[in-house]
């Protein structure tokens, strides 16, 4: 079945550039997501990336895409302590009837001051 | 902005209990789902929902579990007789379509703790 993998734990000087990396199994991964979870609140969708796409920015988050190798990675520019959370890269298929998100275990971001 | 929401925000249960938990997706959207967390570990699927049925659940979903949209407003999870290992976060979402880019929106969560 499909599979995701991140690291768990990233710290990061305040100011710095972080990249989350993510691998994924699925050969038929349509869409890409990235979703960040702070303390007591649900998963919000930062980004996505389709799967043709090699590359998006959006403001300070860069998603980088390399299909070949199955590896997506988020880069989190002048990194701040509001961006202290967990970030969950998650993939999906376009196949109808089977949307269903697969996530990654999360990587917890902590900023050093 | 528009936002899923869950209640309750934490529930304690003893083993072999029922409980249900309530989500109130996004007014416009037709697709609902259920995931969990179990501490630790991984967010899993366990269910999508769309025009009252089930589209698709995981081999997590099994007969203990049953999902509901009573009204124009509300959608539950039902777990019928709590076991141990359901202790989780579940986490509820909706989306406007199906496909792909038609993203899912998440609620904040009710962790649910057996006993």
């Known amino acids: 079945g499909e599979d995701v993998e991140q690291s768990l734990f990233l710290s990061v000087r305040e100011g710095d550039s972080s990249v989350i990396n993510c691998t994924y199994t699925d050969s038929s991964s349509t869409y890409l997501y990235w979703y960040k979870q702070e303390p007591g609140a649900g998963l919000q969708l930062l980004t996505y990336i389709f799967s043709n796409m090699d590359m998006k920015q959006d403001q300070r988050l860069t998603v980088l895409l390399n299909k070949k190798d199955k590896h997506l990675s988020l880069r989190i520019a002048d990194t701040q302590t509001g961006d202290s959370a967990i970030y969950f890269c998650?993939?999906?298929?376009?196949?109808?009837?089977?949307?269903?998100?697969?996530f990654g275990t999360g990587t917890r971001l902590t900023i050093i001051p | 902005e528009p936002e899923v929401t869950q209640t309750p925000s934490h529930q304690v249960t003893q083993m072999g209990q029922e409980v249900i938990l309530r989500c109130v997706p996004i007014?416009?959207?037709?697709?609902f789902y259920w995931y969990r967390q179990i501490l630790g570990q991984k967010v899993e699927f366990l269910v999508s929902f769309y025009n009252n049925e089930i589209s698709e659940k995981s081999e997590i979903f099994d007969d203990q579990f049953s999902v509901e949209r009573p009204d124009g407003s509300n959608f539950t999870l039902k777990i019928r007789s709590t076991k141990l290992e359901d202790s989780a976060m579940y986490f509820c979402?909706?989306?406007?379509?199906?496909?792909?880019?038609?993203?899912?929106?998440f609620g904040p969560g009710t962790r649910l703790l057996v006993l």
């Open positions: 979402a909706s989306s406007e379509a199906h496909r792909g880019v038609e993203t899912q929106y």
């Open positions: 998650a993939e999906s298929g376009a196949n109808f009837g089977n949307e269903k998100l697969t």
């Open positions: 007014s416009n959207h037709l697709y």
